[in-house]
């Protein structure tokens, strides 16, 4: 349910566009998201941080691309966020010794102690690899494709590959889990 509601301001985002053009889009998806948010912060009372970067990023594209009356910025944003993801999951577990993909999974998931840093560390870099790709991928799709196609791949193909990329992991991880003794 959690990823449904993580998707509503793309899934707002695609069916106004169907409905009202890029421009419109924009505009439902930045409210969309602020709504999102607070609806969190009533729920939980907190915002996490990845929320509050979704949060800007979506406002400052979308302005830009409103008052500009440009579609670039708001077809730069994913790409623009998806390496921010990349870079700060790659700079802090290169430079920092934080491993972001094992914080905010390590709670969920025992690994054998092994090999367990390994482990993470090579997590860590599959996802960091992951959004660095797929924001490639957002700039190859929205500048040699049309638009409606770039707002189709934003919510099936994006989604798809990152639901694609989460089975696999799960099957690389489950060689690595502990499993408690029965």
Known sequence: ????????????????YKFG??????????????????????????IDAMQWVSLIMIMVFGSLTI???????????????YWLFSGV????AQFFNKNWI?????????????????????????WSAFFFFMGFLN???????????W???KLFGSTGLLIAFVIAQGF????????PAE
């Open 1 to 16: 349910m959690k990823f449904l509601f993580d998707l509503f301001p793309i899934i707002l985002f695609f069916i106004a």
């Open 21 to 46: 053009g890029i421009y419109q889009a924009t505009i439902v998806a930045m409210v969309a998201t602020i709504v999102q948010i607070l609806w969190v912060y009533y729920r939980h009372r907190k």
């Open 67 to 81: 008052f500009l009356h440009d579609s670039t910025f708001i077809l730069l944003k994913p790409t623009a966020l």
């Open 89 to 92: 999951l790659f700079v802090s």
């Open 102 to 126: 094992q914080v905010l999974m390590g709670k969920q998931i025992t690994l054998k102690p092994t090999h367990a840093h390994t482990v993470w560390h090579q997590l860590n870099l599959a």
């Open 139 to 149: 700039l190859y799709i929205a500048f040699e494709y049309s638009e409606e196609t």
């Open 151 to 153: 707002v189709n791949f």
């Open 172 to 179: 690389w991880m489950s060689r690595h889990i502990e499993h």
